[in-house]
């Protein structure tokens, strides 16, 4: 199991509850939602998976074997290198291209070698169809391609699992279905992939194993 979490209690400053008693598992290759409205906790619990934000008491929280409750800071780069993570806003570097935009978490993450990383880029651009674009720069590009990048970026150290706060929700709907699409084929290569939305029409068209947040606990639908 890639995440296990029992009985897990997130709040802010110690004080606001967030969630409660929140019991949540993904495993290899699955595709889970967590939905609910804005503020119901969705990218707060986003936030503890990948070591951001504290878990405050649980009984058990682990990500990729490792014990969230106990984990050390130091520790915490070597877990984001297997974990990819996808926001609404894109985070792409507007100062450099799509190639540099690639090269700078390849440099960052111990890819030392230019024509191992030049090959890497190749990849993952194919496997998001968009071969070609590396010179193009982020304003050059639609929202629809710029998350495509985005979603090439976080393939980029062959992550175990992807995690999408609210991707679509800059997009219009042709451009979630291709998005969505994308997210469909990387969990059919054994990728789990979880995503954050208040779009209940991808439920149906997309399904998954769905969570709800809602009053401060995260219920399995």
């Given at each position: 199991?890639?995440?296990?979490?029992?009985?897990?209690?997130?709040?802010?400053?110690?004080?606001?509850?967030?969630?409660?008693?929140?019991?949540?598992?993904?495993?290899?290759?699955?595709?889970?939602?967590?939905?609910?409205?804005?503020?119901?906790?969705?990218?707060?619990?986003?936030?503890?998976?990948?070591?951001?934000?504290?878990?405050?008491?649980a009984?058990?929280?682990?990500?990729?074997?490792?014990?969230?409750?106990?984990?050390?800071?130091?520790?915490?780069?070597?877990?984001?290198?297997?974990?990819?993570?996808?926001?609404?806003?894109?985070?792409?570097?507007?100062?450099?291209?799509?190639?540099k935009?690639?090269?700078?978490?390849?440099k960052?993450?111990?890819?030392?070698?230019?024509?191992?990383?030049?090959?890497?880029?190749?990849?993952?651009?194919?496997?998001?169809q968009?071969?070609?674009?590396?010179?193009?720069?982020?304003?050059?590009?639609?929202?629809?391609?710029?998350?495509?990048?985005?979603?090439?970026?976080?393939?980029?150290?062959?992550?175990?699992?992807?995690?999408?706060?609210?991707?679509?929700g800059?997009?219009?709907?042709?451009?979630?279905?291709?998005?969505?699409?994308?997210?469909?084929?990387?969990?059919?290569?054994?990728?789990?992939?979880?995503?954050?939305?208040?779009?209940?029409?991808?439920?149906?068209?997309?399904?998954?194993?769905?969570?709800?947040?809602?009053?401060?606990?995260?219920?399995?639908?």
């Amino acid at each position: 199991m890639l995440i296990d979490y029992k009985n897990v209690n997130i709040s802010h400053d110690d004080e606001e509850v967030v969630l409660k008693d929140v019991d949540f598992g993904v495993n290899p290759g699955e595709f889970v939602y967590i939905i609910g409205k804005v503020g119901s906790g969705k990218s707060s619990l986003l936030r503890t998976i990948y070591g951001e934000m504290e878990i405050d008491t649980a009984d058990k929280a682990e990500v990729l074997e490792r014990d969230m409750l106990k984990i050390r800071r130091k520790e915490i780069q070597a877990l984001r290198r297997e974990i990819g993570v996808i926001f609404q806003d894109f985070k792409l570097l507007t100062d450099r291209n799509v190639r540099k935009n690639l090269e700078f978490v390849l440099k960052a993450t111990g890819w030392n070698n230019k024509d191992d990383r030049a090959q890497r880029i190749s990849e993952v651009l194919k496997q998001v169809q968009m071969e070609g674009m590396e010179d193009r720069m982020p304003h050059e590009l639609s929202g629809g391609e710029q998350q495509r990048i985005a979603i090439a970026r976080s393939l980029l150290n062959s992550p175990k699992m992807i995690l999408a706060d609210e991707p679509t929700g800059n997009l219009d709907s042709e451009t979630t279905e291709q998005i969505m699409n994308v997210f469909k084929e990387i969990s059919a290569s054994g990728t789990a992939v979880v995503i954050t939305t208040h779009n209940m029409s991808l439920l149906e068209k997309y399904p998954g194993t769905v969570y709800q947040c809602e009053g401060n606990k995260m219920i399995k639908q």
